[in-house]
Structure formats: C-alpha cells, structure tokens
C-alpha cells in the first residue's frame, strides 16, 4: 500500500467515522442534509468522470468503458437514491454493495493514476463515498437490513452480473471483469484463471453478504427477545 492511498483511505475511514458517530451521537434535521450533500458529491463524481473523458478527447474505446455497469458505478446512483429517499431496499443494496464491492476496489485500487490528479481524487471520494453513505444509513441512522435482505440483494446482484455480462460478450467490454481480470493486482489473483475466479468470487460475496448481515441477525434477535 503506498503512502498516497494509504493517507486517502485514512481520510475516508476518518470522515466516515464522524458523521455515522455524529448521526449516533446527535440525530436530527441535519441528517438530510447530511444525505443531500453526500448524493450531490456522488453524482458528482461520476459526472465529473464523464466530462473528462469528454475533454481529454477520449477514444471510442475509452467511450465503450464509460458506461456506469462496473458495480460500483451501479452503486453510486443506488447510494444516491438510497440517500435522498431512504426506501429500505435501496439502503440495503447500498449496504452489501459498499461493503462487500466496493470496500474491496478501496483497499485494492484499478488505478494508475496518482496524487494528485483529477481521477485520483475522483476514484477515492467516488468509492469511499458509497461506502461513507451505507455506514452512515445503516450504523448512523440505524435503518438495518431486514431479514431477507441477503436473499434478495444476492438475487439482485446476480440479475445485475448476468445483465452486464450479456453486455460484454455483445460488445467486447470487460465490466465487472467479467471476461477478464483487473490489470493492477487484485484479490480474484488468488482465485485462478478464467471462467473459475468468477465462481470463486461469486462464492466469496454470498459469503461476504452473510458476514455482513450478521451483526444485525444479532440486533434483531436481540430486540425481538426484549418485545417479548
């Protein structure tokens, strides 16, 4: 880990830490704004990796890879709708999503740019914002994920996966490294060549998805006992 992405996840653990303690600590009105602001800067980010490819002049082959299918494009919009509406299911698909996806593209990085350039800071407020905005909807202001949420954020996730597959094979693109690995080193290196790191990495989010949820399966017996 280099010092550059070191210092940047410890800015994103540090702001996240104080708004979900802020949220806990002292809720109320500011919450939505909380919640507004943090959707603007999502969308915002993405937007702003659309305008620069436009300004750099990018090929059409950079063009083909700016759809928002990785997952953690998919993310962004679901966080910033979760954030403005606070429907349940929104939540929870930011949850899982932000913590089982994109907390992993935070500690190993697809990034070649450094600090501090426009992706660099792009890549960082756009991965670690979702996963400020499912810590501070979950943990901060306390709407856990229901008991099926596992269920049904792993159906959705594989509609989505077999969706942005059928993409890449009509097009030739690579989102969610679906035909291909990550250049930079990444955690499917220790799951084989292709097609098995995809079953492997599949198996490894059910897992992750399960692990996820059980501090609230928990919560929930815990406050279910004390209703009876």
Known sequence: MSTEHLLAVTAIVAITTILVAAARLSPGPWTRIACLALAVILVGAEVGWWAYLVASHATGADLAYALPLQLC???I??????LVLRKQLLIEVTYFWGLAGTLQA????????HFPSLLFFQYYIAHGGIVAAALF?????GQWPRRD???KV???TFVYALLVGAIDAATGANYMYLRSKPASASLLDL???WPLYIGWAALLGVALLFILDLPFRWLRHRSEEHTH
Not at 77 to 82: G, N, S
Not at 106 to 113: K, S, Y
């Open 77 to 82: 919009f679901v966080a910033a709708t979760a």
């Open 73 to 75: 494009d998919a993310a």
């Open 149 to 151: 949420a596992v269920i």
């Open 106 to 113: 935070l500690i190993t990085p697809d990034l070649a740019q």
């Open 154 to 156: 792993g159906a959705i």
């Open 137 to 141: 909807l979950v943990a901060g202001l």
């Open 191 to 193: 799951f084989g060549p």
